[in-house]
């Protein structure tokens, strides 16, 4: 029972309430600041000029290495794109 009183005592006390409010101020804090972290990422991605050279250039690596797996595979399935 002692240890009850005791427990209820602190739980209730301005300190604990105190320590509780700067948790929960902290964890909203922390969210907010991931959430502008975030904003940040994608409008710096959306402001980043597209090099047409270089997607295209990619493109074709990337079909050209689907192509040589399907052929190697026997499935002589050629670029649809």
């Keep these: 029972m002692i240890y009850r009183a005791a ?13 509780d409010e700067m948790q929960k101020e902290t964890q909203k804090y922390l969210e907010i600041k991931e959430q502008q972290e975030l904003a940040r990422h994608v409008s ?3 402001t980043q000029p597209v090099n047409s050279l270089l ?9 050209d290495h689907l192509d040589s797996r399907y052929t190697s595979l026997g499935n ?6």
Excluded: P
């Design 55 to 63: 997607v295209s250039a990619t493109k074709a690596v990337i079909l």
């Design 76 to 81: 002589g399935m050629s670029r649809a794109l």
């Design 44 to 46: 710096k991605k959306d």
């Design 7 to 19: 427990a209820t005592t602190y739980y209730g006390s301005k300190i604990y309430q105190a320590q």
